[in-house]
């Protein structure tokens, strides 16, 4: 889901008349004839010109929320409601490449499939060294990097990068042309640190996520990959039924959540459709780790299937309900609060890592590092399983 914080404005009264209480002002109980009265009042006195009328219906619904005291109650207007669709499809004017920082500080490119990217000829772990034929410098930082390499669609609009190859140490240097990319939310690759141990990151979690979580982990069983690592950083949730079946991909049996809401206590027990439970599994989270993030996170932590790596997460632990009003807007409210296996409840909380660590100043995966250490020592005391067992049916 989206979030919003609502805030209230608070004004400084200089010349002030006070004016004698309205007769209509206990005439009803029912509704808001306040909002009535101060309105028909504006009309009558009001020196300067009005906003329009479904400004000041936006502006009373805004200030009927805030009164909640719920950062994740909130109203949005109908053009921010319309891109909420987009976000969870994904969609984007740029070259179809994930940027990753390494532990050298060096940034990789691993291109999406069928992107232009890859027409081009871009590799994955390729290392990006200069774009539009300027040095990139310690200083610059994922996210402008990331901005630099999109745009807008139209003929002859694209970007000219220069990278090395890490196989080869040959550096080269390509156009390539903008294009409309549709993101997945999951992206894998076995690890170029340890070709035993598969990386799979979920950035957001959205209709399409299970089918992309059971492609990713049929093609790392077929690369007989022997650990996990499952990158939740930066996973602000999604949708909650597909947060529970990522959950249920590596947990067989029990519960995975518990949902409260004003009626009653429900259970998200794990289907017999689990995808991989027998092999060693890391996941990385970090503050920016929140919602059906942590769902994920607080039931793989609970069952004792998965050790957490990095920094505390957000602590989002509630459910919120999108329901669609008549001009286009929409509103999210409140509806649940959702418990780990063991019932912890995260909101304001959120899930201590087992590994906690500072994030590198200069943006170096320090987790991802970690991840590695610790799954190569699982899989060197002979602990782990060494083959991973994926159910192997055609994704629908």
């Known amino acids: 889901m989206l979030l919003a914080l609502v805030f209230g404005a608070g004004f400084f009264a200089r010349d002030i008349i006070r004016l004698p209480l309205s007769v209509s002002a206990a005439a009803s109980v029912d509704g808001y004839p ?16 009005q906003p329009s009328q479904i400004e000041r219906q936006y502006a009373a619904i805004r200030g009927m929320l805030s009164s909640l005291n719920d950062r994740f109650t909130f109203f949005i207007d109908p053009p921010v409601a319309a891109s909420e669709s987009d976000a969870l499809a994904g969609t984007y004017g740029g070259i179809g490449v994930q940027i990753k920082r390494n532990e050298k500080g060096e940034f990789e490119l691993y291109p999406y499939a069928d992107s232009p990217a890859i027409t081009a000829g871009i590799a994955d772990g390729d290392v990006l060294t200069a774009i539009n034929e300027t040095p990139l410098d310690s200083a610059v930082t994922q996210d402008g990097i990331d901005q630099m390499m999109r745009g807008e669609v139209k003929e002859g609009s694209g970007v000219q990068i220069t990278v090395t190859r890490a196989a080869t140490g040959d550096n080269l240097t390509v156009f390539v042309p903008f294009a409309v990319i549709n993101v997945p939310s999951v992206t894998w690759r076995v690890l170029a ?21 059971k492609n990713a982990l049929q093609d790392l069983n077929s690369k007989h990959v022997q650990a996990l690592v499952l990158d939740l950083r930066n996973n602000t949730g999604g949708l909650l039924q597909e947060s529970v079946q990522v959950a249920n991909a590596f947990i067989g049996t029990g519960p995975l959540a518990f949902e409260d809401d004003k009626q009653n206590e429900q259970v998200f027990n794990a289907q017999a459709d689990a995808l991989i439970t027998n092999l060693p599994l890391t996941v990385l989270v970090n503050d920016h780790t929140a919602s059906g993030a942590e769902l994920v996170a607080g039931a793989l932590q609970d069952d004792q299937r998965g050790v957490l790596i990095g920094q505390k997460t957000y602590g989002k632990g509630t459910v919120q309900q999108i329901y669609p009003l008549s001009d286009g807007s929409s509103l999210h409210i409140t509806a649940a609060a959702w418990l780990t296996p063991k019932k912890h409840a995260l909101d304001t909380v959120g899930l201590q890592p087992d590994i906690p660590l500072v994030p590198d100043p200069q943006g170096r995966d320090v987790e991802l590092g970690e991840a590695v250490r610790y799954l190569q020592q699982k899989l060197g005391s002979n602990e782990a399983t060494p083959e991973a067992t994926v159910r192997a049916e055609a994704a629908s």
């Open 193 to 213: 640190e340890d070709s035993s141990i598969g990386y799979v990151q979920v950035s957001l979690f959205t209709g399409r996520t299970p089918v992309e979580l």
């Open 34 to 49: 306040l909002l009535d009265e101060v309105q028909a009042l504006i009309d009558k006195h009001f020196l300067r010109e």
